[in-house]
């Protein structure tokens, strides 16, 4: 069974900084690109970045220069930093495969960025 497991959310002021991890069980992780997803408030979720086998990864341009995604396929974990955080980067994070999320969603993490 194929779980999903965000943490590292929480509250944090403008221009703070947060990391975000997400552990994989039941899937060959390693063999996976890895995403995570955002959903604010009365907002659709959105692709935040991606991450290849390999490490090569890719940004949404509304993060681009603030966020890094890692990944530890040993540990079967992606990881997302978060930096220069702006208000609205509030939104509920989420991990799951790319380019399509086939997994079931994990209960996600919030993340609140207060101004």
């Known amino acids: 069974q194929v779980q999903l497991a965000e943490s590292g959310g929480g509250l944090v002021q403008a221009g703070g900084s947060l990391r975000l991890s997400c552990a994989a069980s039941g899937i060959i992780f390693s063999f996976n690109y890895m995403a995570w997803y955002r959903q604010a408030p009365g907002k659709q979720r959105e692709l935040v970045a991606y991450i290849g086998r390999g490490g090569i990864a890719n940004y949404a341009d509304s993060v681009k220069g603030r966020f890094t995604i890692s990944r530890d396929n040993a540990k079967n974990t992606v990881y997302l930093q978060m930096n220069s955080l702006k208000p609205e980067d509030t939104a509920v994070y989420s991990c799951?495969?790319?380019?399509?999320?086939?997994?079931?969603w994990g209960k996600g993490t919030l993340v609140t960025v207060s101004s």
């Open positions: 799951n495969s790319w380019p399509s999320p086939i997994y079931a």
